[in-house]
Nanobody
Framework: QVQLEESGGGLVQAGGSLRLSCAAS????????MGWFRQAPGKEREFVAA????????SYADSVRGRFTISRDKAKNMVYLQMNSLKPEDTAVYYC????????????????WGQGTQVTVSS
């Protein structure tokens, strides 16, 4: 059973940085795609970034490209989201997700989800 656990959320001022972590367990992830999504109050869950576990091919939402970086550590079974130049509109619950297919940006394409971690950016 795949388990994903996020950590690293918190309160930060606009312009600051945070690094989110996702601990993945339960199987080998060599054929998986790992993604980060976020959901703000009253809004739909939206794609942030994704990475292929095997060769680290990445994809980003336009709203975060150039500010956020997704990475993974095979040895530790960890996925990270480095968030720089944070803006108040980045405030949301951030979720780690996994799927065994291709890099995709729809939540429905992901099979496994963590519980989420809150990120709040103050202005």
């Amino acid at each position: 059973q795949v388990q994903l656990e996020e950590s690293g959320g918190g309160l930060v001022q606009a312009g600051g940085s945070l690094r989110l972590s996702c601990a993945a367990s339960g199987r080998t992830f060599s054929s998986f795609v790992m993604g980060w999504f976020r959901q703000a109050p009253g809004k739909e869950r939206e794609f942030v970034a994704a990475i292929t576990w095997s060769v680290s091919i990445t994809s980003y939402a336009d709203s975060v490209r150039g500010r956020f970086t997704i990475s993974r550590d095979k040895a530790k079974n960890m996925v990270y989201l480095q968030m720089n130049s944070l803006k108040p509109e980045d405030t949301a619950v951030y979720y780690c997700a996994a799927n065994s297919g291709l890099v995709r940006s729809q939540p429905t394409d992901y099979d496994y989800w963590g519980q989420g971690t809150q990120v709040t950016v103050s202005s």
